[in-house]
């Protein structure tokens, strides 16, 4: 409409014989409206808006499209425009440049689009005299299409958009599937492996507690003899009148004691693997305990040349319930390597009765063995308690020693219900302090 208006505006007006349905157009006020044509017949002058009219007739009776010119202040009642080509023509002063939506006309379904009428430099020759000016709106061009012919194609689009969709849906269900079954295989398959791996735990447990168990029946059945060995150089030695023979014996006498203690230490240490060692609560009078243990250290330190100092607190109790003869391992294996390693200086022993006590409220009597020895780098310590970990190879190559001392101690003290500590410095000695529940006997 907009196209045939503006070359009518710009080339026209154009003129058609006057027929029926071509009457001349009474509102057009022009000076050659009704002109006679070559063979005689009258023809009439046909300008934009009288074209419009005419055209928009015939697409209606011929295709059902509704076309008119409409305003908000219309000059011809019948431009009057309806509630949907109101709010339009609001839009498009608004500064819409056009309106098009689905919207109901006399009940049915349309397209219907709304766009302003422009006043164009052809629309002037005529208009101008009546006020218009370029660029002016006046009024708008509605056209309404009835959907219903285009419904098919709309379903069949609507169709094969589902179809789509529809597909897509399968695939991803599909792929979804098939993830789900991928990954059910692997969790079976983990689940296996995890069986598997806790099969092989169990048989490796099974096997170190058959080694344990066999460990501590070999080292019971060596220690055995081991004692008849001791007993007799120790009456060979009685015997012997060569002070060569005395220097051998005392040496096979050394060598088999280091012998026995390293079977103890096993004998420990697998009876402890193997869940087998017991701890006793007898009473035991833990100031003889201690005197004893010192007694026994007494030529070492003479030999070494180290003097030891020993504080008992006044007010632990004269008998404590408790396993004596582990408490007394552990200390004498700290005194052993308080000794071992101090070459100058010496050494102390602090038994107090505990200001701590543990989660069942028994007092914790603390067992301190201090020393001025070679000290322990800090990087190392943590590491101290580990089977068989000694700090310096050299160091104990000189000392002897099997690196299962400490953690066999610290073993005992854990099984005894305690705990055991260590601070250290390199070159200004060691404190090992082990608190241990013992009540009053
Ligand atoms: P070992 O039979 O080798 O003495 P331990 O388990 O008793 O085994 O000790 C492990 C290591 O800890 C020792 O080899 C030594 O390096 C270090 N160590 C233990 N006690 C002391 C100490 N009082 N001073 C310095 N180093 C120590």
């Known amino acids: 409409d907009l196209s045939y208006r503006l070359w009518n505006a710009t080339y026209g007006p154009l003129y058609a014989p006057v027929s029926d349905k071509l009457p001349p157009n009474p509102h057009l006020d022009v000076a050659h409206r009704d002109i006679p044509g070559p063979a005689g017949q009258m023809l009439t002058a046909v300008n934009p808006s009288y074209m419009t009219r005419l055209v928009q007739e015939f697409a209606l009776a011929e295709f059902g499209h509704r076309g008119r010119i409409t305003s908000l202040l219309p000059i011809r009642p019948e431009n009057r425009p309806d509630p949907w080509e109101e709010r339009a023509l609001r839009r498009i002063e608004g500064g819409a440049a056009e309106v098009s939506e689905v919207a109901e006309l006399e009940g049915v379904a349309h397209l219907r689009l709304m766009r302003p009428m422009v006043t164009a430099e052809a629309c002037l020759r005529c208009h101008a005299a009546q006020g218009y000016h370029l660029g002016d709106i006046r009024g708008g061009l509605s056209v309404s299409i009835p959907l219903a012919p285009y ?8 169709r094969s958009l589902l179809m789509g969709h529809l597909f897509f849906v399968g695939a991803g269900l599909l792929g979804l599937g098939a993830a789900t079954i991928h990954l059910r295989r692997q969790m079976l398959a983990r689940e296996r492996a995890e069986r598997e791996l806790q099969r092989a735990k169990d048989a490796a447990e099974r096997a170190n507690l058959l080694k344990s168990q066999f460990l501590a029946n070999m080292s019971h059945e060596i220690r055995t003899p081991m004692n008849g060995v001791i007993g007799m150089i120790g009456l060979a030695r009685d015997l012997a009148s060569h002070p060569e023979q005395v220097e051998m014996l005392k040496l096979a006498d050394q060598s088999a004691t280091s012998l026995l203690t390293l079977l103890n ?13 017991k701890i006793e609560h007898q009473p035991f009078d833990p100031r003889a305990l201690i005197q004893q243990i010192l007694a026994e250290f007494t030529p070492l330190l003479r030999e070494k040349n180290l003097h030891c100092a020993c504080e008992i607190d006044p007010a632990l109790a004269p008998r404590l319930l408790g396993d004596s003869f582990r408490v007394r391992q552990v200390l004498v294996n700290l005194l052993g390597n308080a000794v071992k390693f101090t070459d100058q200086g010496g050494l102390s022993l602090c038994v107090e009765k505990g200001a701590r006590k543990n989660a069942q409220g028994v007092e914790l009597v603390r067992f301190a063995v201090k020393d001025s020895g070679i000290g322990i780098a800090e990087d190392k310590l943590s590491e101290l308690f580990q089977l068989f970990s000694q700090v310096d ?5 000189r000392h002897g020693g099997s690196g299962l001392g400490l953690a066999i101690s610290r073993k005992l003290v854990e099984l005894m219900g305690g705990y055991m500590d260590v601070e250290s410095r390199p070159g200004e000695g060691s404190t090992f302090t082990f608190f241990l529940p013992l009540p009053e006997a």
Do not use: N, V, Y
């Open 393 to 397: 190879g050299s160091l104990t190559r």
């Open 151 to 158: 419904q098919p194609i709309f379903q069949s689009r609507r």
């Open 265 to 277: 230490d096993i004998l420990d240490l697998s009876r402890i693997e193997a869940d087998k060692l």
